[in-house]
């Protein structure tokens, strides 16, 4: 019988405490984002992230973790667009939120649990992101993927540019970052960034029941395998990634294409 995890807010949907919801059956944890419209990680659902990597870094009991997105818009999306003016207008304030999404990120890379992302729908630039995080993806047939920051005048700032070349090869990296193109499910598992796709509207569920073997082998060996494996970015790499990203933030280029954004415009970029 699955049961919620008391420390962390349940799902917001329904009147709860906060968009961020866990439940666990037979050694798996399931973690699902409900933000509407697109699950953006703003604060809130940060803070819930962060609490939910702090629980099940000490949950001997969860052998697997699942983490997905409620909605058939988004997985998960970057920083919220409601916030961002916020940001924008407080000197420093997005560094800090840098600073706290690296932390909440980096407390997901070093789950000693395998995660597999159960993509729902598109992963499309901080959805991309914290999908990187995941050791393993299973992605419904009609799911995107896309870091498209370079067209506001961004790089992603959350582990992308670091990320991405490991999983796909520094060559098919480079082309989705520099273009900020998206690719369909196929690619995604062409190129090893996706593991396997799901039947239509089945990504949880598929998911769910992979991490359910994984589950039942000796969680010892699947957490040393892990281990091994390694893999994780070096901090001074990330370090450098947030100061070109911050970089970015600043310049005129990003300000029209944040501007066009909202305006649902064709940004004039005039490369400063």
């Known amino acids: 019988m699955a049961r919620r995890t008391p420390s962390v807010p349940e799902a ?3 009147g709860s405490a906060g968009p961020v919801q866990v439940t666990e059956e037979d050694g798996v944890a399931t973690v699902l984002v409900d933000s509407p419209p697109v699950n953006a990680m703003g604060r809130v659902v940060l803070d819930g992230l962060g609490d939910a990597a702090e629980h099940l870094s000490t949950a001997r009991e969860v052998r697997a973790v699942v983490l997905s997105g409620v ?4 997985f998960m999306a970057g920083a919220d667009i409601g916030e961002f003016e916020q940001l924008r207008a407080e000197p420093g304030a997005m560094e800090a939120h840098s600073l706290r999404a690296r932390a909440v990120f980096d407390a997901w ?7 597999v992302a159960a993509v729902q729908a598109s992963a499309v630039g901080g959805g991309l992101e914290i999908a990187l995080l995941c050791d393993l993806i299973v992605a419904d047939p009609g799911a995107r993927f896309g870091l498209p920051e370079v067209k506001l005048g961004l790089i992603p700032g959350g582990g992308g540019t670091q ?8 060559a098919a990296a480079k082309e989705m970052l520099f273009l900020g193109s998206t690719i369909d499910a196929d690619r995604a598992v062409a190129l090893g960034l996706a593991n ?6 089945a990504a949880l ?9 994984i589950a039942a082998l000796p969680r010892i060996a699947v957490t040393c395998a892990k281990r091994a494996v390694g893999g994780a970015i070096s901090g001074e790499a990330l370090d450098r990634e947030r100061e070109i990203f911050l970089e970015t933030f600043a310049s005129r280029d990003f300000a029209e294409g944040f501007a066009a954004f909202q305006e649902k415009r064709a940004p004039r970029f ?3």
Not at 163 to 170: D, H, K, Q, V
Not at 205 to 213: C, D, N, S, T, V
């Open 12 to 14: 917001g949907r329904n």
């Open 71 to 74: 909605g058939t818009t988004a």
């Open 109 to 115: 890379q070093a789950l000693p649990q395998p995660v």
């Open 163 to 170: 990320r991405l070349p490991g999983r796909i090869g520094t």
């Open 196 to 201: 396997r796709i799901s039947a239509p509207g």
């Open 205 to 213: 569920a598929e998911a769910q029941e992979l991490a359910g073997r």
């Open 270 to 272: 005039v490369h400063q």
